[in-house]
């Protein structure tokens, strides 16, 4: 099995900034695509974030509502993934959900999810 624990959320005032990383462990191969999604109250998930690591370098994908505040890392090392977020506003408020597309053999890969951290932007 592999999981996933998210830390960093918590109440920030509007202009502030947070930083979410997310550990991966357990029976793990390789870690594909990294991402962070998020869910407010009374929405649906939605994609923020991925990065793919590929033999040089690292691709990363943002929603058009968080480009240019967010930045999303991974350190493949530690099997980490971060999200920079900075310039937070109350719109950026809620449950945000760490993802992983783990191999745990050459021959089976599936998506993992996090058990979420709560971000509340203060006006």
């Known amino acids: 099995q592999v999981q996933l624990v998210e830390s960093g959320g918590g109440l920030v005032q509007a202009g502030g900034s947070l930083r979410l990383s997310c550990a991966a462990s357990g029976s793990i191969f390789k870690i594909n695509a990294m991402g962070w999604y998020r869910q407010a109250s009374g929405k649906q998930r939605e994609l923020v974030a991925t990065v793919t690591s590929l033999t040089s370098r690292s691709v990363t994908n943002y929603a058009d509502s968080v480009k240019g505040r967010f930045t999303i890392s991974r350190d493949d090392a530690k099997r980490m993934v971060y999200l920079q977020i900075n310039s937070l506003i109350p719109e950026d408020t809620g449950v945000y959900y760490c993802?992983?597309?783990?191999?745990?053999?050459?021959?089976?890969?599936?998506?993992?999810w996090g058990q979420g951290t709560q971000v509340t932007v203060s006006s």
């Open positions: 993802n992983a597309d783990v191999s745990t053999t050459m021959w089976s890969r599936r998506e993992y």
